[in-house]
């Protein structure tokens, strides 16, 4: 059983920066996607970000893209998510998933996202 914890959340101002993690540990093979998924209060969960564990390839959307940047760190089995530029509207609890397909552990799924992490809140002020 895959096991994901994420740190690194906080609040910042707009046009700030953060940096999240999340560790992976236990499993047998480590999943070929790991991604990072946010939802805010009223609003429905989004993949933000996944990566390819198996090659680095990284797929985000396209608010984000050219503001965050997905990474890994192959030898501790971690992911990180930078956040540059951050705006109000970042502001969201952030899961960190892993699931067997890229870039599919992004969307949310029990099949495509069977591990998730506990969440870490950014919250970015105006």
């Known amino acids: 059983q895959v096991q994901l914890m994420e740190s690194g959340g906080g609040s910042v101002q707009a046009g700030g920066s953060l940096r999240l993690s999340c560790a992976a540990s236990?499993?047998?093979?480590?999943?070929?996607?790991m991604g990072w998924l946010r939802q805010a209060p009223g609003k429905e969960r989004e993949g933000v970000a996944a990566?390819?564990?198996?090659?680095?390839?990284?797929h985000y959307i396209d608010s984000v893209m050219g503001r965050f940047t997905i990474s890994q760190d192959n030898d501790n089995n971690t992911i990180y998510l930078q956040m540059n530029s951050l705006k109000p509207e970042d502001t969201a609890m952030y899961y960190c998933?892993?699931?067997?397909?890229?870039?599919?552990?992004?969307?949310?799924?029990?099949?495509?996202?069977?591990?998730w992490g506990q969440g870490t809140q950014v919250t970015v002020s105006s």
């Open positions: 998933a892993a699931g067997p397909r890229f870039p599919h552990c992004m969307l949310g799924t029990r099949t495509e996202s069977p591990y």
């Open positions: 236990g499993g047998t093979v480590r999943p070929s996607c």
């Open positions: 990566i390819y564990t198996g090659d680095g390839t990284a």
